[in-house]
């Protein structure tokens, strides 16, 4: 267990607390090992904190040496604490190139991939990145599509995608912010994917469908409307 540290933590992600709450649960941590970054005000030495990149990289902080390290960092550190046999592939600077961009991916698209419920000043929002959304949108994209071609709905969903996108051009445009354009569509194919995903069951048990079919689309619209709210 990696003692005397502390992992600050994005507690309105979804994704942030189930993972930092693993570490905790599987004693990778001690249970004092994360804090919200929401409190951070409150954190006795939050000054060694670089606040603007906690929100994109997760800072893990060392009470003792009073150091702190970010992303990638941070979580190679504590798993390779735990599993020292993983250092032999942290150190590979060919393993760091090729995760670092995913690290980025997610972190700058974690606000879409799983939204948060409640949001104020304090949250830890990472910035808007364009490229990093246009790739998880296109990315999301090619996914879903081949979903939607095993389904047979190759042409429904195209057609209900194009509808998403002249909709949010013409409804945030009035607005002025095209990033909500962005945003917008970016929530629009995570919901496309979790339709699809729960589809799968009807293309196992074909006598299923009708209940599926009831699910997606409770599941979805409470998505879509969750969604909308956070975005407006």
Known sequence: MLKNH???YDHECPMCAVYTGAFVKFELLDKEGRYKFADLQHFPIASIIDKDRARHE????DIEKKEVRYGL???????GNRFPFLHLIFKQKWFQALMQ???YFISYNRKVIAPSSTQNSQSCNPDFHLKYRILYILLMMYIVGIFAFSFGLFPIYWAYWA???V????YFSKQGDMRKSIAYLGHQITILLIGCLLLI????????????LIIVGLVT??????RWKAIS
């Not at 997760?58 to 902080?61: M, P, Q, R």
């Not at 960092?73 to 798993?79: A, Q, R």
């Not at 909709?167 to 013409?170: M, P």
């Open 6 to 8: 502390v992992i600050i």
């Open 58 to 61: 997760i800072a893990l902080i």
């Open 73 to 79: 960092e941070s979580l190679f550190y504590i798993l």
């Open 101 to 103: 961009p995913l690290y």
């Open 163 to 165: 509808i998403q996108v």
């Open 167 to 170: 909709f949010s051009v013409l």
């Open 201 to 212: 069951p009807s293309m196992i048990f074909s006598n299923l469908l009708v209940y599926n």
């Open 221 to 226: 619209g409470r998505e879509y409307w969750r």
